[in-house]
Each structure stands twice: as C-alpha cells, then as structure tokens.
C-alpha cells in the first residue's frame, strides 16, 4: 500500500505534459520549447538581468522564439504590478513605475533627489552614450568628474568600457536602474528633444561651454569612498 506521506509527496510533484500527451512526474518543460508563463517564471527567479541567448540556451529554442515571447510577456505585464525591462540584449522584470510611492513607503526608501548639475550630466549620458567624461565637460563647461562619480555610486550611469582613443578613458551609459528608475522599459522611450536642447547636446570639441551660459561649477568633491565605483 502506498502511506499518507508517499500519497502527499505525489500531489506536491509538478507536472507536465511529455511527448505522449502524458503528465511528466518532473515538471521540465519539452526541450525547444518556450511558453509565456515559464519565460515569466525564469526572469522572476533570475538574480540579474538575463541575455536573449542566455534564455535562448537554457530553453533550446532559437532567438526569434525567445523574441517573440517576450514580446507578448510585454504585452500581457502592460496592466500589472511588474514590467518587463530590456537594456541591450539582457531584459528583466522590475515592479511598475507607478508603484514606486507605495513601495518605497513600504521599503522605507526616499527617491532619490537630485541636483541640478546631477540632472543635467545625467541628460548628456543617456542622450548620447556611450560618452566619455571629457565629452561631458565639454559639453557643459565645467568640471564633471564628482557628479559623475556620484551617478556612478548610485547606479544610474555604468561604465560601458574604455574608447580606443589615448589614454583609453571610461565610456559611460545607462543600465537598469536608470530604467527602472525613470520609468523606461527601453532607452527608445526617452522623450524626443525639442530642437534647442539637441542642439546644446552636441559635442563642441572644446569651444566653450554649449549647456548653458550660466553653468555653475560643481560643489567640491567630499572625501572619496574607496568602496564606491570608479
């Protein structure tokens, strides 16, 4: 006879439809394939962001199947509490954007706030990343290296490598917090620039300040945490 545990331990067994149409005791979903709610499962349980070939691999399916899918796991989260976020060729799933009061209430987080010079820096790497610092300075007129310094810290610009020109400097750009911070679920949904401050956006190769006239100097750099990102 099969005892009470053996009985409860069965119940518990996830299953799955095998090759015959039977129930498989293992819960593995069929090798090549790849539905919506396991895609949903797999971003849910994954600790970082996950490559399209990644979940390619792991579900043995091809890139058009893995894109296909996640567009209608979009679809499907376009009404609910998380959103499905997507920098590069790693996406991943984030709590919606107008739930953030709620959840920082909960979590006991303030939003972060944000200087002028921060905002402004900040506008200059998204817009136009992947962006060295002396692009930056150039293009505001001042010293940037604390802001940036400081952005970096709080995980909203990244370092993206290093330019293949003298002195190999840091190319910077935004990753997933600065998406999940804003509200993104792609840098293609950045709002369009109004002619004027596209124009205060171009690199002008060291004439002169082209963010504004009246820029201010940083404030002075506070003691360097050796811990915080370069």
Known sequence: MIGAEDRDAAVKLPQTATDDGMPSANGDAPPGTLTETALEALLFVAERPLSRREIATLAGVDRATVDARLGDLEVSLSRRGIRLIASGEKVELVTAHEAGGLI????????????NAALETLAIVAYRQPVTRAVVERIRGVDSDYTLRSLLHRRLIVELG??????????????FDFLERFGLATLDELPPLDATVAAGLVDPDG???AWGADAE??????????????
């Open 217 to 230: 100097p940083e404030n002075p750099p506070e003691p360097e945490d050796p811990a915080a990102p370069r």
């Open 162 to 175: 290093r330019a293949e020109t003298p002195g190999r400097p840091y190319l910077y750009g935004t990753g």
């Open 207 to 209: 004439a002169g300040p």
């Open 104 to 115: 920082a209430r909960y979590v006991g987080a303030d939003a972060i706030q944000l200087s």
